[in-house]
């Protein structure tokens, strides 16, 4: 099953005017003296999908309570198309959630949990009917309404969550770790239905989730939370490459962080000194701190040769991890450790430990960002 | 989130007349009991001992008192040594049998007290032991048991089975296992039972009231005799006297509950309520 | 003592035979820990409930009781006093549960030691109680006449209110128990939900809350009932002539009439009724427990 089973064809009301922007301003949510939330600035535009990636604790699951209406904010304000909805209950926000657990209601049907959104509408029994019907073919599972959620595999009950959430047209669709309880290789195909399902219906999203590769696969923008705070948020590929402090940079994977001096800064790029490694030209996003370091994923760094030009230094092989698709290098070089990790069959002859090597990067993989620890 | 909507508000408010009910009629007891006046009012008219000094001195009463406070001594006695050497003797193991056995063991909980009064009633008689404490004492002991046997077994229920085997190899005679493995373990369960025990033979009724004679009466038969002719500061009396009792068990399993975090545990699946 | 569990365990066949008679002392040893119970419950259990059925089938005593129109009375009576104070108790436990599963930590501790109070205070305690305030010139009364809903005393003692309001108050902590530990399983994200699909709290409640709650609801019905119907001491002290259930009846077989064998034969009748009503309660808890784990 490796197609997407989710399809927005033949949906009625998918001509959804552009609406779906999600708005906070410097909102703030206090637990006695616990800051679960600090002065939050966020925005989801219509269409746009938006992940909020965070560690354990660090305010998502109450950032979107607060967005669906479920928690009150104690200081800033939340718009929903422009529209500030701070004193409305979750009814009247028209906000799609999907929780966790799915939160299936155990003594309905799929179809009757499907249906509930539009029974609380008063849309009579027949069209009811069709348009949950409908929502269920949606998401692959037209021939499963009559079972109760707990007749239903992991997988097929976050369907129906999905289906639930969607029936109503909601302005926006919230999910909060909807893919936590299944395994990977079906969290890696419902990231991609779900992906499909939210192009096509053009709606907006915010996901909450601290699996960083989720937020890579599926983001439009991604926000990184910590300590109820936005630490970064931009692009995946943005974030990922470019993480503007050293937690950010761990925080989204391996990197190699090398500590450095500042020679140059112009614009874009700066010139640093990397001590044993020499000086090198790096990216730079002006962000100031005490002291500095620069970050190269271990997948940006290349065996070279001598010859070429660019950034790059003498390094020996310590030990070599064959990992599958890639292959994982353990080097030194220039008083520092690094990881070098190269696709299984890029690997070119077999290299031995102790042997000198030349290691390079590019100069725009090289990102220059605030050491905090 | 909780509270703030209306609903719940709403909900309170309903609750307010409920929690009265449950709460009135208990508080009510030792203020009527300490009445300074010959009728039974509330409120009381002027804070007075008169009605438990005439308690006190009169005999019947105190003979009554006795007669409860000794039943129920033979009721907690037997029902500790039975319900706790039966849930040890079950622990952790099963044969054939079993479920007939545990079926027997709660059994006298579910049939009604009536039933069990007029079987005793017959028993007693037909064997000639009657007109003294003992047979009332032995029928609480038979509805008490039970509940010192489930307080024993949730006590065990975190016992690993495999403990007390390996203190067997290290060479442990039955005794000493008795005494050091499950003694230990039991000892809050077999107190909460001794607890139940104590407070369902203080309260009982029906039984005690088919078995009565004149040197076996009970202060809840006392009671019921005299509260169907009219309401006495005397029975006001003894109703704050167990008032005081019940009040000692819920403190004892409020602290119970605290310390274990678990609010239901404790209940008996009593279905023989003192009715 | 559990030498038994030990034998189970060991791997049959190849080591050396256990010594022949070890076994017998191993066996008889764990006996010794339940002979007493099962010794005392034979002697003191068994054989009295034997010799009430024995005695039941003596002299016709079913035709003759069954006949006896303040039998069938009282029969009428267990039953519809049964039900009513079932139907309130429920009422009034489930609104206790409600209240309790909404309440934060210490409010709740609070407010079970209230409703476990008059669990533990005897039923001539609670009875005695209720029938101070119901009398005449009782609190009850002094507080209707207060507000001007009445000019004279009504009468609130010795009447089928009486005897309901006085079950209820005995019956209310069974019935508490259950439906909180139904509420108490339900999870706070399906309510959530419901909100978020549109649901206002009157439709969260009827919709989500109510059904989910159904098992605690059946479990603390059954329970209730299957106590009331044994109901002695409440008839007596609060309700008049005409309010007597089948347990007085047994009563009044047994020490009136020195009747002995009409009276065992109304024991065993409520005994199998119970017995009856028990087994359903057992369905009934299993079934709950099944859609809890799913
Ligand atoms: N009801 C509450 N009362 C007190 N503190 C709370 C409450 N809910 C959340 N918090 C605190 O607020 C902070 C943020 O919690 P939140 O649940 O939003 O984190 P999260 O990012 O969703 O974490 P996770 O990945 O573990 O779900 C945490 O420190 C948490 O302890
Ligand atoms: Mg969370």
């Known amino acids: ?373 | 989130m909780k509270t703030t909507n209306p609903q719940h508000r709403l909900l309170a408010l309903l609750s307010i007349p409920a929690f009265l009910f449950l709460v009135i009629p208990t508080a009510i007891v030792v203020p009527v009991a300490l009445n300074d006046s010959r009728y039974i009012t509330f409120p009381p008219e002027g804070i007075s001992f008169a009605a438990v000094a005439g308690f006190f001195a009169d005999r019947a009463w105190t003979s009554a008192l006795t007669a409860s406070l000794q039943s129920a001594a033979i009721a907690v006695v037997i029902g500790v040594l039975l319900g706790a050497t039966a849930a040890i003797g079950l622990h952790g193991r099963k044969f054939p049998g079993q479920p007939a056995v545990v079926g027997l063991i709660l059994a006298p909980m579910i049939v009604p007290t009536v039933v069990l009064a007029l079987a005793f009633y017959q028993f007693f008689i037909s064997i000639g032991m009657v007109g003294s404490i003992v047979p009332i004492g032995l029928a609480h002991a038979v509805i008490a048991t039970p509940y010192v046997y489930l307080t024993t077994r949730a006590s065990l229920a975190g016992l690993n089975p495999a403990l007390v085997r390996s203190a067997q190899s290290l060479g442990a005679g039955p005794l000493s296992v008795l005494r050091h493995v499950y003694l230990p373990i039991i000892l809050p369960g077999l107190i909460s039972g001794a607890l139940f025990a104590f407070s369902v033979s203080i309260d009982e009724t029906v039984m005690s009231l088919f078995m009565q004679s004149p040197g076996a009466t009970t202060l809840p038969v006392k009671m019921f005799t005299d509260i169907q002719f009219n309401l006495t500061p005397k029975i006001a009396v003894s109703s704050a006297l167990l008032v005081s009792v019940a009040t000692i068990g819920l403190l004892l399993q409020v602290l119970f509950v605290l310390k274990r975090r678990s609010s239901t545990r404790m209940l008996p699946l009593a279905v023989s309520a003192q009715t | 003592m559990s030498n038994a569990t030990l034998e189970r365990t060991r791997p049959r066949g190849r080591g050396a035979p256990p010594s022949a008679d070890a076994p017998r002392r191993r066996r008889s040893g764990w006996w010794l820990l339940l002979a007493p119970i099962l010794a005392f419950d034979v002697v003191l259990f068994l054989t009295p409930l034997g010799k009430l059925v024995g005695a039941s089938f003596a002299d016709n005593a079913y035709q003759r009781v069954l006949e006896d129109p303040l039998v069938v009375r009282a029969l009428v009576n267990t039953l519809t006093i049964s039900l009513a104070s079932t139907v309130v108790t429920v009422v009034l436990g489930y609104i206790i549960a409600m209240v309790l599963w909404r309440a934060g930590t210490v409010t709740r501790v609070i407010l079970f030691a209230v409703v476990l109070l008059p669990f533990w205070t005897g039923i001539l305690v609670k009875n005695f109680a209720w029938a101070v305030l119901l009398q005449d010139n009782g609190m009850v009364n002094a507080f209707l006449q207060g507000i001007g809903l009445t000019g004279a005393p009504i009468p609130l003692l010795h009447n089928r209110f009486a005897v309901i309001v006085g079950m209820v108050h005995c019956l209310l902590p069974y019935a508490v128990f259950p439906i909180f530990s139904s509420l108490a399983s339900i999870d706070d994200r399906l309510g959530l939900a419901a909100r978020s699909l549109g649901a206002r709290e009157g439709a969260v409640f009827r919709r989500i809350t109510l059904p989910l709650s159904m098992p605690g609801i059946s479990a603390a019905g059954l329970l209730v009932f299957i106590i009331s119907t044994g109901f002695f001491i409440t008839p007596v002290v609060m309700g008049g002539p005409g309010d007597m259930m089948i347990a007085n009846q047994i009563d009044y077989y047994a020490r009136q009439l020195t009747d002995f064998s009409g009276a065992a034969a109304l024991a065993v009748i409520l005994t199998v009724m119970v017995s009856i009503l028990v087994a359903v309660y057992q369905r009934v808890l299993k079934a709950g427990g099944q859609h809890e784990d799913n």
């Not at chain 1, 931009?234 to 994977?253: C, K, R």
């Not at chain 1, 100031?288 to 065996?303: C, M, Q, T, W």
């Not at chain 1, 790059?312 to 070599?320: F, R």
């Open chain 1, 1 to 373: 099953m490796t197609a997407s089973v989710i399809s927005a064809e033949s949906i009625p009301g998918t001509g959804r005017a552009a609406q779906g922007a999600i708005e906070l301003r410097q909102v703030s949510k206090h637990y006695g003296d616990v800051v679960a939330v600090d002065e939050l600035d966020l925005t989801v535009q219509p269409g746009e999908f938006v992940t909020l990636l965070g560690p354990s604790g660090s305010g998502k699951t109450t950032t979107m309570m607060m967005v669906a209406g479920f928690e009150e904010h104690t200081a800033g304000t939340v718009l929903i198309d422009g529209r500030p909805v701070d004193s409305l209950p979750p009814r009247d926000r028209n906000l799609g959630v999907v929780f966790q657990n799915y939160a299936l209601f155990p003594h309905m049907s799929a179809l009757e949990n499907v249906e509930f959104a539009l029974r609380m509408r008063k849309v009579p029994r027949a069209e009811r009917r069709q348009r949950a019907e409908e929502a269920l073919g949606r998401v692959g599972l037209g021939k499963m309404g009559g079972r109760k959620p707990r007749q239903l595999s992991g997988g097929q009950q976050q369907r129906v969550a999905l289906a639930r959430a969607l029936v109503f047209n909601p302005a926006a669709l919230l999910l909060d770790e909807p893919m936590a309880a299944l395994d990977k290789r079906l969290r890696e195909q419902m990231q991609e239905e779900i992906k499909t399902l939210q192009k096509s219906l053009g709606i907006s999203v915010l996901f909450v989730t601290h699996d960083q590769d989720e937020a890579m696969a599926m983001s439009d923008r991604i926000v990184v939370m910590r300590d109820g705070k936005i630490v970064q948020s931009g692009p995946p590929e943005e974030v990922y490459n470019h993480p503007m402090t050293d937690w950010v940079a761990s925080f989204l994977g391996d990197t190699n962080l090398i500590p450095c001096t500042i020679v140059e800064r112009n614009g874009e790029e700066a010139v640093v000194d990397l001590g044993g490694l020499g000086l090198a030209k790096v990216r730079d996003r002006g962000a100031s701190g005490e002291s500095y370091a620069v970050s190269i994923r271990p997948e940006h760094l290349k065996f070279r040769t001598r010859a070429s030009a660019g950034n790059g230094c003498a390094a020996t092989l310590v030990s070599s991890t064959n990992l599958g698709a890639t292959v994982r290098h353990r080097l030194t070089a220039g008083g520092h450790e690094l990881q070098l990790r190269e696709l299984s069959s890029d690997r070119g002859t077999r290299i031995l430990p102790d042997e000198e090597l030349w290691v390079g990067w590019d100069a725009d993989k090289a990102q220059l960002l605030v050491l905090e620890s």
